[in-house]
């Protein structure tokens, strides 16, 4: 039996997309593929557009991050939301709750085949939790489905000659996220920083990938081989 934990970034939920909901009728087609292979899954969905919207709405007020970050987690929990009921909907059985702890998820993983959840506390994003969720939860790897295609030294919006990856060691994926510092409420890295130390303290493989393309993120969870870059800590450097 395989374990495994995916974050989703927010980023990936976007209804303004026609069509967008196609992207998540594939989704809940590859878990429930999943699930009949008898595997287990947890999801920790990211806060995306709303999450953005309201820390600008509330920014001038609010100076303490700690609070907007609660403006952030509510954002994660409304997405965790419609991808559990839709989820749930499917015929799949997912736990019929968002938890609001690693150690709850950890819980129900051990009930239901599924498990959607978004942030727990201030402090960090849904990117740190899917890794403490996957590292508690012994999974094999995490997942981490994001809006780019791999792991680039430089931002490439910024940047678009920057060199991309397929393999990295944690130490280097470290080395281009930065410390393991919180940014600022909203502010993200291709990989929460405070996560890959995680990852890196407990071997645990990370998997980035393009989710807007369902199909890496099945690969990835078939253990097949996807575009992206593979995080491990037996890379021969
Ligand atoms: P996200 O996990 O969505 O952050 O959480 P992100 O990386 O900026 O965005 P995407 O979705 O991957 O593109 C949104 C915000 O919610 C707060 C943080 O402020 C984060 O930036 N948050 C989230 C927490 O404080 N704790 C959590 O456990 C999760």
Not at 2 to 21: C, F, M, Q, W, Y
Not at 180 to 192: F, I, L, M, R, Y
Request: glycine share 8%; hydrophobic share 40%; proline share 4%.
């Amino acid at each position: 039996m395989t374990s495994i934990v995916a974050a989703l970034g927010g980023s990936l939920l976007r209804p303004e997309i026609d069509n967008k909901h196609v992207w998540l009728s594939d989704l809940i087609a590859i878990i429930r593929d999943r699930v009949t292979m008898g595997d287990r899954i947890g999801i920790v969905v990211g806060g995306g557009a709303p999450a953005r919207e309201g820390i600008a709405l509330a920014r001038p007020l609010i100076s303490d991050d700690y609070h907007l970050d609660k403006i952030g987690i509510a954002a994660t929990r409304l997405n965790a939301t419609i991808i559990r009921e839709a989820i749930s909907e499917a015929g799949i059985l997912v736990s019929g709750v968002i938890p609001s702890s690693v150690n709850e998820a950890v819980q129900l993983l051990e009930e239901k085949p599924v498990v959607v959840m978004g942030g727990t506390v201030p402090g960090h994003t849904t990117d740190a939790v899917a890794i403490r969720f996957a590292i508690a939860a012994s999974a094999d790897k995490c997942i981490i489905a994001t809006n780019v295609e791999r792991v680039y030294d430089e931002d490439p919006k910024i940047n678009p000659d920057t060199k991309s990856h397929k393999y990295l060691s944690h130490e280097e994926l470290q080395r281009i996220v930065g410390p393991a510092e919180h940014k600022e409420a909203g502010q993200s890295s291709v990989v929460d920083p405070i996560g890959v130390a995680e990852a890196s303290n407990a071997k645990l493989e990370l998997n980035v990938l393009d989710g807007r393309i369902t199909d890496r993120i099945r690969l990835a969870l078939e253990g097949s081989e996807f575009e992206g870059t593979v995080i491990s800590s037996e890379r021969d450097i």
